[in-house]
C-alpha cells in the first residue's frame, strides 16, 4: 500500500501575500529559512512518496532557480507549467500523462504546513478504493460534512445536509486515475463541484478525520506569521 507519486500545487498567485509573492511564487517563500513547499516535500518522503510533480504559473523561473537539477532529496520533481490557470481540477488532469496507469495521485495544496498522518489516510483509500479520498480536520471553517460511512455528503451547504460531522478540507487528497475522466483537457475547474457533482450521483467521495500533528494554511499575512513562530518552537 504505497503511493509513488504526489503532485503538489504550486501555481496560484499568492495575492493575499503581496507584495512578498509579486516576484516570487507563494510555495517558493522562505519559511524559517526553507521554502515553503519543501515542507510538503519532507512530509510526503516520509509517507513513502519518490516523485513530485509540480505545476507552475506566476514566476515559473523561480521554480528552476531554486530546484535547478529538478530533484529534492534525491527524489525527482517534474515541473508542468501552465501558461493560463486551470484551477485544481484542471491542473490535475493536465498532468494525466505523466501519471502511472491504475496508481492513485496524492494530490498536496503547496501553501499548507502540515504533519498530518498521511499513512492513515493511504491505510483508508485502499481499504476502499473510492475515487476520492479526503483528509479533514476539526478546524474551522467547517465545510465538509461525513456520514457514518466516512461518505463526503456535502462541501459548502451545496446539499443542505443535516450532518452533525461537518470537518475542515485539509488540501490533502487521494485520488483513483478514473477521477480524471471528469475532466476535460484544458478546462478552467476546481476539484469542489466536482466532489458535488459525485455526491449527487451517489458517488461520494470519503473521508478520513486525521486531528494528529499539525496543520495550517499560510494564505494571509497573519497565518504565514503564525506559522513561522509555530515552526520555531516545534522539536
Not at 8 to 20: D, I, K
Not at 98 to 117: A, F, H, K, R, S
Not at 129 to 149: N, Y
Amino acid at each position: 500500500m504505497q503511493i509513488k507519486t504526489a503532485f503538489v500545487l504550486g501555481a496560484g498567485l499568492g495575492t493575499r501575500l503581496r507584495p512578498l509573492t509579486d516576484t516570487w511564487p507563494k510555495p517558493l517563500l522562505a519559511l524559517n529559512g526553507k521554502p515553503v513547499i519543501t515542507y510538503a516535500f519532507d512530509h510526503l518522503i516520509e509517507a513513502g512518496i519518490e516523485r513530485f510533480i509540480v505545476n507552475t504559473h506566476h514566476c515559473p523561473e523561480r521554480y528552476e532557480e531554486v530546484f535547478p537539477d529538478h530533484c529534492y532529496r534525491e527524489r525527482p520533481i517534474h515541473f508542468r507549467h501552465e501558461p493560463s490557470l486551470l484551477d485544481t481540477g484542471g491542473g490535475i488532469k493536465n498532468i494525466e500523462d505523466l501519471l502511472e496507469p491504475d496508481q492513485p495521485l496524492l494530490v498536496y495544496n503547496g501553501d499548507i504546513i502540515t504533519t498530518l498522518p498521511l499513512d492513515s489516510l493511504i491505510q483508508h483509500h485502499f481499504r476502499k478504493r473510492p475515487e476520492a479520498t479526503l483528509a479533514l480536520r476539526s478546524h474551522k471553517p467547517e465545510l465538509v460534512a461525513l456520514d457514518d460511512c466516512n461518505q463526503v455528503t456535502d462541501i459548502r451547504n451545496q446539499h443542505q445536509t443535516n450532518a452533525s460531522r461537518q470537518y475542515c478540507f485539509s488540501g490533502v487528497y487521494l485520488i483513483e486515475p478514473v477521477f480524471l475522466d471528469r475532466f476535460v483537457p484544458g478546462e478552467v475547474k476546481s476539484v469542489i463541484p466536482v466532489f458535488n457533482q459525485m455526491i449527487q450521483s451517489g458517488e461520494n467521495p470519503h473521508g478520513v478525520l486525521l486531528d494528529e500533528g499539525y496543520w495550517s494554511d499560510i494564505g494571509t499575512p497573519e497565518s504565514f506569521a503564525e506559522t513561522e513562530t509555530d515552526l520555531k518552537s516545534m522539536p
